[in-house]
């Protein structure tokens, strides 16, 4: 038999979670609102007015997710901070070309909208928003039953800045000689998430198992969100002539550093720091060898910075100064044709 009075509630989307879930969203990103947002949230795009004072501005965009980083939120039912994470993964991408972030949207595709999983989701979005001094201006929450497990999400962000174009960090200034300045990260950010889980999974640990070498919780140590380096990099910006910036996620050193060079006649020369003690515990659980870690993880390298060999020791000095902690770490030198672009050593 047929039932009868279908609805779209019965069909597993239920539109009165979705408006309550808006109502507790737009709590948090009122909290972000700057000078050049227009209106507010609920229209069907959000606006923003570009601000005075540049001769010829340029609009810089960037878009990415939190990956397999959102299973831990799943598993430790922690939703308030993975939202820092997205808001990172993009605002810091779009800095390291010198722009000033103005704007973020967020896409949530959810297979069944608990109201507050969302707002503690957005609380984490306004949160960084406000850490990378731009606004929540809009975004979308997606209940789809059958794409996406009925506990789980995926979690996407938006962020546009604008640059002067002058002013633009594109690498092309960089030449032999220059100095590679890095910053510090809390930890994994990010990535790599795929392999952590399967190796703390192989160990027989969860992520309430208190870890000695780490000194807190497998949790607390994964869920740390990813650094936020805009107000960093503007700080630099504002002094120093930074040549070519790499913000280390996906690809680790590897992929990441030699993105910097616009000359493929370069090479990045680099000497390891100091990394936090998750990165060596990592790489004994997998039996991982050098070339993967630094392939795969951050390895404690958030942000590197290539700046003239005058400016590398007053960089580090601005870095330390606002809190995180800098390294001179290298250097640039010219590269043949059969070398590759980064020598750690």
Not at 21 to 28: D, G, M, S, T
Not at 96 to 122: E, T
Not at 227 to 237: D, G, H, M, R, S
């Amino acid at each position: 038999m047929k039932e009868n009075n279908w609805t779209y509630k019965k069909s597993g989307v239920d539109i009165e979670a979705g408006y309550e879930a808006v109502r507790l969203i737009k709590q948090h990103a009122q909290k972000t609102f700057i000078p050049g947002v227009i209106g507010g949230l609920g229209g069907f795009g959000g606006m923003f007015e570009l601000p005075r004072g540049y001769d010829e501005p340029v609009l810089i965009a960037g878009t990415d997710g939190v990956g397999t980083k959102l299973k831990i939120a799943f598993e430790s039912g922690i939703h308030n901070t993975i939202g820092i994470d997205c808001v990172a993964m993009c605002v810091n991408d779009i800095a390291c070309q010198g722009a000033k972030p103005l704007f973020f949207l967020d896409y949530i595709g959810i297979g069944a909208l608990d109201p507050q999983k969302a707002a503690d989701i957005a609380e984490g979005i306004s949160k960084g928003c406000i850490q990378a001094g731009c606004a929540l201006i809009g975004g979308e929450t997606a209940e789809m039953p059958g794409i996406y497990k009925e506990n789980e999400y995926d979690l996407v962000g938006f962020a546009v800045g604008i640059a002067e174009k002058s002013k633009i960090i594109d690498g092309r200034n960089i030449d032999e000689g220059d100095v590679l300045v890095g910053v510090a990260s809390s930890g994994l950010h990010s990535n790599g998430f795929s392999l952590v889980r399967k190796l703390y999974e192989a160990q027989g640990y969860g992520l309430d198992s208190f870890i000695e070498q780490l000194g807190t919780s497998l949790g607390n140590e994964l869920l740390k969100p990813t650094k936020i380096y805009v107000p960093l990099l503007a700080a630099l910006t504002q002094k120093l002539d930074i040549k070519g910036a790499a913000h280390i996620t996906g690809g680790g050193w590897i992929e990441n550093i030699p993105r910097i060079f616009a000359n493929d006649g370069l090479k990045a020369v680099v000497k390891k720091i100091p990394a936090p003690p998750v990165f060596e515990l990592l790489a004994q659980w997998g039996n991982i060898d050098e070339h993967n870690m630094y392939s795969t993880f951050n390895m404690g390298l958030g942000l590197l910075l290539a700046v003239s060999e005058n400016h590398a020791a007053e960089a580090v000095e601005i870095i330390d100064s606002m809190g995180e902690e800098g390294y001179v770490m290298g250097s640039v030198a010219k590269r043949a044709d059969e070398e590759e672009s980064i020598l750690i050593v």
